[in-house]
């Protein structure tokens, strides 16, 4: 093949990736950082060669191997993200947000490869229908259940999630603040991963875990690949993750004394809904709608309810300080990066890039984290951990 023809069929691969993530070259070009749209114009259309650094920006973007978009024959498969709340945002926003998101999921895979690998259980595998949006509520309430049980999440689920399922599962979890959406999620071969909002009250991000969760025990019954989920009004499929979460950060059997406070009351104060709520770590409107769905209280009762003032004023006066920024990388990432350097198979240059910064600024970015690569009071027990 002449060089003239390998460009075109280099440039058509790279089209048609652009295409399936229905992005204009316009898009595409902010987003890999080319000056002008023309020059992805004249790449796709086989007029220009693709140079190595454009080469390495495009196959992060996509998500794909860089041979792959070498590579004549079948197209490259653009990885899988789903996301949530992404409609009606910008699509270049979305696309760079989720390049990072991938990157750095390939990094955290890249750091455990270098440690000796943890053993893991695997996570629960359910009899999928095709399409997901088949499953019943009362389906989807078992699972969660069995999930509960699985990682001993005790009482109170949501103050021991995200511990259980980065130690138990190995799921990636991320924050950003993600302008293009609510959340995504992702499976690859570095594993599974979510990301959250990083800038969200406490409770908000203990039940958008929950909900983010549903979505990878349910990835091959979730239609749509690639796209956000959702569409005109509610999916179901977002339903139901509802439905787990709700399930699965409260428990029938530790509700029983406010549902008990709540059957006294007849439903007509919201005091027993506030303290579940606080004790919990959820939403008032969580609470209010699981009891509802436990048949404590009727859908007249829960919106009369969620319309008091006084309730929403008393639940901001009571969790003033939940709102906090989390770090943009999870505590074993740095860990990672940090026992490599210390082991002497990353150069201070490397854990620089995969922290996102200079080997200038590398000093202060991880005293955020705890760490110092110049100390050894505690080498050994980082190298060991």
């Known amino acids: ?100 998101f991938l990157t750095r999921c390939r990094r955290y895979a890249f750091l455990e490869s270098l440690a000796d690998g943890e ?38 689920p949501a103050l021991s999630l995200r511990a259980a399922l980065e130690s138990e599962w190995g799921i990636k979890i991320f924050f950003a603040p993600l302008a293009g959406g609510s959340a995504l999620t992702a499976k690859g071969d570095f594993g599974q991963a979510i990301c959250l909002r990083g800038d969200e009250p406490l409770w908000r991000r203990h039940f958008s875990l929950a909900h983010e969760l549903f979505h990878l025990l349910t990835w091959e019954g979730t239609p749509e690949a690639g796209a956000p989920l959702g569409g005109q009004g509610k999916d179901r499929a977002e339903t139901l993750a509802e439905v787990f979460a709700s399930h699965l950060l409260l428990p029938t059997k530790a509700l029983e004394p406010f549902i008990r406070s709540l059957s006294s009351q007849r439903g007509a104060s919201g005091m027993a809904i506030l303290e579940a709520a606080h004790e919990f770590g959820v939403s008032v ?26 309730l929403k004023i008393l639940d901001r006066g ?58 050894d009071a505690y080498e050994a027990k980082i190298i060991s951990a």
């Open 1 to 100: 093949m002449d060089k003239k023809q390998n460009d075109r069929e280099l440039g058509a691969r790279v089209a048609e990736l652009r295409k399936r993530r229905g992005l204009s070259q316009k898009d595409l070009a902010e987003a890999v950082g080319f000056k002008f749209a023309q020059v992805l114009c004249d790449l796709e259309a086989g007029k220009r060669a693709l140079k190595a650094t454009e080469l390495v920006r495009l196959a992060a973007f996509f998500g794909v191997p860089a041979a792959a978009i070498l590579t004549s024959g079948q197209s490259p498969a653009a990885q899988r993200v789903l996301w949530r709340g992404a409609e009606g945002r910008l699509a270049s926003l979305r696309e760079r947000e989720q390049q990072i």
């Open 285 to 310: 409107e969580a609470v209010v709608w699981r009891m509802v769905n436990l048949g404590v209280l009727t859908k007249e009762a829960a919106k009369k309810l969620l319309s008091d003032p006084r």
């Open 318 to 375: 009571a969790r003033p300080c939940e709102v906090c920024h989390e770090p943009v990388f999870p505590a074993r990432f740095v860990l990672l990066a940090v026992r490599g350097f210390l082991a002497g198979k990353l150069s201070r240059g490397k854990v620089a890039e995969l922290m996102e910064t200079t080997v200038g600024d590398l000093e202060h970015v991880l005293d955020q984290y705890g760490y110092d690569l110049d100390s």
């Open 119 to 156: 053993p893991r259980s695997v996570m629960p595998s359910f009899n999928l229908p095709k399409d997901v949006r088949r499953l019943a509520f009362e389906e989807v309430g078992a699972w969660a259940d069995k999930v509960r049980d699985l990682l001993s999440l005790g009482a109170c």
